[in-house]
T-cell receptor, first 110, second 113 residues
């Protein structure tokens, strides 16, 4: 079993749609949860950073962590073509050793 | 503009060549990392430096040799690479090893002929 599972997609949605991206994990000791966005030919860019369970909102982006289910989500409201990218989930123990998902490729069509 | 700068952005080399990748962070961080990113695979952590000391080496082949002369600079020296080493090599930094998110550069796209 992989430590972090993420559906690679690709996922294609029309502009304005709500996008849901998800990851599951196996290590219940993870405490920090992150979402990165990676555009083509660029490095991963930190989008959301959360500690333990709960929700965090930043503009059109909402991150959710459900530690009891070992499940994290990223929601994108009013999606835009500029949101087209690969989204990576990541998580870590308290020593910052991060484990990444393989990434979900998202395309938002005008 | 990214706080982590990597050079070169692209590198093509033969299996017998020796080259080096460079990373510089302008964020005042104390920990730096090298990752390998291959298509459709999770990022693979290669090396971790904290306060210029190597703290982790994830069974990386000896043909990859890291160097961290100070907390702002990180190098990855390459020699006698194999075709399967072709990938995107990413550098990252974080405030320290105990927490806080990692910030990435844009990577070096390496192709081995």
């Amino acid at each position: 079993q992989k430590e972090v599972e993420q559906d690679p997609g690709p996922l294609s949605v029309p502009e304005g749609a709500i996008v849901s991206l998800n990851c599951t994990y196996s290590n219940s000791a993870f405490q920090y949860f992150m979402w990165y966005r990676q555009y083509s030919r660029k490095g991963p860019e930190l989008l959301m950073y959360t500690y333990s369970s709960g929700n965090k909102e930043d503009g059109r982006f909402t991150a959710q962590v459900d530690k009891s289910s070992k499940y994290i989500s990223l929601f994108i409201r009013d999606s835009q073509p500029s949101d087209s990218a690969t989204y990576l989930c990541a998580m870590s123990l308290n020593n910052n050793d991060m484990r990444f998902g393989a990434g979900t490729r998202l395309t938002v069509k005008p | 503009e990214t706080g982590v700068t990597q050079t070169p952005r692209h590198l093509v080399m033969g299996m017998t060549n020796k080259k080096s990748l460079k990373c510089e962070q302008h964020l005042g961080h104390n920990a730096m990392y090298w990752y390998k990113q291959s298509a459709k695979k999770p990022l693979e952590l290669m090396f971790v430096y904290s306060l210029e000391e190597r703290v982790e080496n994830n069974s990386v082949p000896s043909r990859f040799s890291p160097e961290c002369p100070n907390s702002s600079h990180l190098f990855l020296h390459l020699h006698t690479l194999q075709p399967e080493d072709s990938a995107l090599y990413l550098c990252a930094s974080s405030q320290d090893r105990q927490g806080g998110p990692q910030h990435f550069g844009d990577g070096t796209r390496l192709s081995i002929l």
